[in-house]
C-alpha cells in the first residue's frame, strides 16, 4: 500500500516547505502580527477602562454638585431663618425703646402736669388771698358799725368762695 | 414560493446530471474495463507525476521530474514524457512508471536498467503532492503577508472581513489556546505552532477542493503528518528540560517499579514515541477517511450502475451526491479540528518537557 509507505521525496519537499514556511513567518509574520493585535487588544482596553473611569468620575461630580447644591440650600435657609429671627429681635427692641421713650414722655407730661397743678393752686390761692383780702378791704370801708351786717357779708362772700371753688 | 422553485430546478439539475453520469458509467462498463473501485480510491488519494485535469482520465498537468540515477547523476524532464506509459531516454538512462505490481514501486518513477529490472532512483520530483504542498504554503504567506500588510498600513483599525477571519482564528488559536498553556514560552513557541495550524488547515482545505489547486490528499499522506509529527517530536524533546528527562529516567514512583527491572522508564519512555505517532497517525487517518468516503459514495454510482443499469445508478446518485456533500461539510469542520488538535497537542507535549519547578512529591 503506497499510501502507508513515506516517500522519501514527498518527506525532503515537506520538510523543506515547512522550514522555509516557519522562517518566513516567524521573521516577518507571526510576532508582528501578534504584537500588532496584543496591542489593540491593550489599547481597547484601556479605552474601556478610560471610560469607566471617566463615568465614575462624572458620577462623582454629580453627587458633590448634588451636595453642594444641598449645602447652599441649607445655608440660605439658615440665612433667611436668621433674617427673620433678627426682623423680629429688632421690631420688639424697638418697640421696648419706644415703650421706654413713651414711658419718659408720660412721666415728664405728669411732671409737668403735677406742676402746672401745684402752680395753678399757688396762683388759686394767692388769688383766693387776694380776693379776701378785697373782700375784707370792701367789708371793713361799708360796714365799720353794723357787726352783724359785717359778719353777714363775711359769711356769704365765704359761701360764694367755697362754691366757686 | 422562490425557495419551492429553487429546489425543484436543484433537483432536476441534480437528477439530469444523474443520469447522465449513470448513462456514461453503464457505458463505460459494458464498454471497455470494469469498474475497479479499489484502484480508482488509491489512484485519487496516492500521489501522481502530473497533476489531472477535470473530465479526463488521460490529460495531466505536466509537472517536473527531478531524480538522480544508479549513477548519481541528475535528470530533470517533465513527467508528460513517462505518464502515457512511455518510456524516456534522458541522457544514459531510461525512466518509465513502473506497472509492475510485484516490484513494489508500482505508480512510481524508476530506472530500467541495461538487464530490464527496474531500479527506483533517488526521487526529488515535483509531484502533485509536492506541488500541492508549495502551493499550501506560498497561501499560507500570502494569508500571513497580507494581515501583516493590514497591519502596517491601518495600525489599530480592526480587519474586517477575510483578514478579520484570520485574525479571529489566530487569536482562537494563540491567545485562547497556545498562551493559557504556555504562559510566558508562548512567543518562543507560539510561531511554530501557529505555522504548524494554518500549514495543516491550508492543506486540509485544498484537499477537499476538487480541481486543479486542490484535490491533492496531502494530510491523507503519510509522509506529510510523519514529517509535521517529526518536528513537533524535535521540537519537544531537544529543549526538554532535566526534570523533563528526570521524568522519563527515574520517575517518582515507588522503588520496586524502577530498579531491578526499570518497568516505570520503559513505559515512560515508549511515550515518547507513542505520542508523535499518534499525532502523525490521528490527522493521517482522519483527512484520509474523510476523503475515502466521498470517494467511495461517489463510485457507489458507477458500481451500482454497472450492475444493476443505468436506472438505479441515476436513483443512487441523487443519494450519494447529497451524502457526499454532507460529508464534505463534516470534512470541513473535520479540517479545523485537526489541524487545531494536532497544534493543541504539540502545545501540550511541548509545555510538559518545560517543567521547571520541582512539584512536591506527596509521599504520605
Known amino acids: 500500500m503506497e499510501l502507508f509507505k513515506p516517500e522519501f521525496g514527498l518527506v525532503f519537499w515537506m520538510f523543506l516547505a515547512f522550514a522555509c514556511l516557519y522562517f518566513i513567518l516567524a521573521k516577518w509574520a507571526w510576532p508582528f502580527i501578534i504584537k500588532s493585535m496584543d496591542d489593540r487588544a491593550k489599547l481597547i482596553d484601556e479605552g474601556v477602562a478610560y471610560a469607566q473611569e471617566a463615568k465614575s468620575k462624572l458620577d462623582n461630580a454629580k453627587r458633590d454638585a448634588d451636595a453642594l447644591l444641598a449645602d447652599a440650600r441649607k445655608q440660605q435657609a439658615d440665612i433667611l431663618r436668621e433674617a427673620a429671627k433678627m426682623k423680629t429681635d429688632i421690631i420688639e427692641q424697638a418697640k421696648a425703646e419706644a415703650a421706654v421713650e413713651a414711658k419718659k414722655v408720660t412721666d415728664a407730661a405728669q411732671v409737668t402736669i403735677e406742676q402746672s397743678r401745684k402752680e395753678s393752686e399757688h396762683q388759686l390761692r394767692q388769688d383766693v388771698g387776694a380776693y379776701a383780702l378785697q373782700i375784707a378791704e370792701q367789708v371793713i370801708r361799708r360796714n365799720m358799725s353794723d357787726d352783724k351786717a359785717q359778719r353777714d357779708l363775711v359769711k356769704k362772700l365765704l359761701n360764694e368762695v367755697e362754691t366757686s371753688n | ?364
Not at chain 2, 67 to 87: E, I, K, N, P, Y
Not at chain 2, 135 to 164: D, H, N, Q, T
Open chain 2, 1 to 364: 414560493m422562490k425557495k419551492v422553485i429553487t429546489a425543484i430546478v436543484a433537483v432536476v439539475i441534480l437528477a439530469l446530471m444523474a443520469w447522465g453520469y449513470a448513462q456514461s458509467a453503464s457505458h463505460h462498463g459494458h464498454g471497455e474495463a470494469k469498474v475497479n473501485p479499489k484502484e480508482t480510491i488509491f489512484e485519487h488519494l496516492g500521489d501522481t507525476y502530473g497533476w489531472e485535469v477535470p473530465f479526463s482520465h488521460t490529460k495531466k498537468i505536466p509537472l517536473p521530474i527531478i531524480a538522480f540515477d544508479q549513477q548519481g547523476a541528475l535528470h530533470c524532464f517533465m513527467s508528460s514524457r513517462v505518464t502515457g506509459g512511455d518510456t524516456w531516454q534522458d541522457g544514459d538512462a531510461s525512466f518509465k512508471i513502473s506497472t509492475d505490481a510485484d516490484g513494489g514501486y508500482k505508480g512510481k518513477l524508476v530506472q530500467v536498467l541495461g538487464d530490464g529490472s527496474e531500479y527506483r532512483p533517488w526521487d526529488f520530483s515535483i509531484t502533485k503532492n509536492v506541488l500541492g504542498i508549495l502551493i499550501a504554503a506560498a497561501l499560507v504567506i500570502l494569508m500571513a503577508m497580507s494581515l501583516r500588510r493590514w497591519y502596517k498600513r491601518e495600525g489599530m483599525k480592526g480587519p474586517r472581513g477575510f483578514k478579520g477571519m484570520l485574525e479571529l482564528i489566530i487569536d482562537f488559536v494563540y491567545t485562547d489556546t497556545i498562551k493559557p498553556i504556555m504562559g510566558k514560552e508562548a512567543p518562543k513557541y507560539g510561531p511554530y505552532l501557529l505555522t504548524a495550524f494554518f500549514f495543516i488547515l491550508t492543506m486540509n482545505l485544498l484537499g477537499l477542493i476538487v480541481i486543479f489547486p486542490g484535490g491533492a490528499n496531502l494530510t491523507g499522506n503519510l509522509a506529510v503528518t510523519m514529517v509535521l509529527a517529526l518536528i513537533t517530536f524535535f521540537v519537544t524533546n531537544l529543549t526538554g528540560t532535566k526534570h523533563y528527562w528526570k521524568d522519563i529516567f527515574w520517575p517518582d514512583v515507588p522503588m520496586a517499579l524502577k530498579c531491578p527491572v526499570p518497568m516505570m522508564p520503559l513505559i515512560e519512555f515508549l511515550g515518547i514515541l507513542t505520542k508523535p505517532l499518534a499525532l502523525m497517525v490521528r490527522l493521517f487517518a482522519n483527512m484520509l477517511g474523510g476523503h475515502m468516503v466521498v470517494i467511495v459514495l461517489i463510485l457507489l454510482i458507477m458500481v451500482f450502475a454497472q450492475m444493476f443499469g443505468t436506472a438505479v445508478g441515476a436513483g443512487t446518485a441523487i443519494i450519494s451526491v447529497l451524502l457526499s456533500l454532507f460529508m464534505l461539510v463534516l470534512d470541513t469542520l473535520i479540517s479545523f479540528i485537526q489541524a487545531f488538535v494536532f497544534t493543541l497537542l504539540s502545545t501540550i507535549f511541548i509545555s510538559m518537557a518545560h517543567i521547571h519547578e520541582e512539584p512536591k512529591a506527596v509521599t504520605e
